[in-house]
């Protein structure tokens, strides 16, 4: 008979301290090169609440050699008007439990680590000018670690609250060694740039696909819902089209969702997973001339992969706290 197990528990401050935004982009990496594999990942799966309105979302992974599976289960809305993330690890081979995350400090780290890997995957290897729609704490995470996967010279950011851009322009001027300049308008910020960043939460496109340029690369990261398209229809069609699981682009990829109503695109118009590009399975950017998205509606993958590092790393600084975990073996008895 099973002993009972105990699993480390985490709390949102400990998780803040145990690892610097760009340290997430190589775990989240390689977890997405095990997806290229073959490793197994299913799209979100929300359910809605109308009165109080709400929404419970859970989505799970299993990634073998990173040695964990688990997965985000969070709670949104409802009386409170606030969000909880719940992550619980557990080992890929044994199947016993590890650690229970409390997930909303690293949320905005693991999201940027993705968008971070999809951008070194797809953008020119010498782009260095991005612009930003967006400048929540979504926006700062991808711009972060964007920095630690190209050289980036000049950040550009545009939100519709002037105070607000003009926030995030002099908090990341501190943190990046680029210029970082907030600008009047969406088409302003994306004119020149060699890589376009969207997180937001908007309903409707947030820029006009006509103004980007050959070879830029764009990454939506604001878009989980088949109402919503950040990205217009042109954007789409000019695209080389790659999102982190091709089983959710016709379920919440808006903007994809979008285009193939238009008749624009069809499912066919997928170029690949990001995973299958990570492992060479399909090729990323062809051409110096291509445009490229990446469409990160998130996953389990970049979660388990950052949950299963910030593990590794809380065992090794000691921190967190041991709770019991009954098997069912004993627990059912």
């Known amino acids: 008979m099973s002993t009972d197990a105990t699993a480390l528990f985490l709390t949102s401050d400990e998780i803040a301290d145990l690892a610097d935004p760009d340290e997430y982009v190589d775990p989240v990496r390689a977890g997405y090169r095990e997806r290229g594999h073959g490793a197994p990942a299913k799209p979100r799966t929300t359910l809605f609440n109308d009165a109080p309105a709400g929404m419970l979302t859970g989505y799970l992974a299993i990634l073998p050699e990173t040695g964990a599976m688990g997965g985000y289960t969070y709670a949104a809305g409802f009386e409170g008007r606030d969000a909880h993330f719940a992550l619980p690890i557990f080992d890929a081979d044994s199947g016993e439990p590890l650690a229970l995350l409390d997930g909303a400090s690293m949320n905005p780290l693991k999201t940027g680590a993705a968008g971070a890997v999809g951008l070194d995957a797809l953008a020119r290897a010498d782009a260095t000018d991005l612009a930003v729609i967006g400048s929540g704490t979504q926006a700062r995470g991808q711009v972060r670690a964007a920095a630690s996967v190209r050289d980036l010279e000049r950040v550009e950011v545009f939100s519709p609250t002037q105070e607000h851009r003009e926030a995030f322009a002099a908090e990341m001027n501190e943190a990046l060694d680029a210029t970082v300049a907030a600008v009047a308008s969406s088409a302003a910020a994306v004119e020149g740039a060699d890589v376009v960043v969207t997180a937001t939460n908007a309903s409707d496109p947030v820029f006009d696909g006509d103004v980007l340029e050959p070879g830029t690369h764009v990454t939506a990261m604001g878009q989980y819902h088949p109402a919503k398209h950040e990205l217009d229809t042109t954007t789409i069609e000019r695209a080389t089209y790659v999102p982190d699981l091709r089983a959710r682009v016709t379920q919440d990829a808006g903007s994809f969702i979008h285009a193939m109503e238009a008749g624009a695109v069809d499912e066919d118009d997928v170029h ?32 388990v992969a950052a949950g299963k590092m910030l593990y590794d790393r809380a065992r090794e600084a000691g921190v967190g706290e041991e709770i019991p975990f009954a098997p069912a073996s004993s627990a059912m008895d």
Do not use: C, H, N, Q
């Open 272 to 303: 690949a997973e990001l995973g299958e590009v990570l492992v060479g399975d399909a090729p990323g950017r062809a051409s110096p001339e291509d445009i490229t998205v990446f469409d990160s509606g998130g996953t389990a993958i970049e979660t």
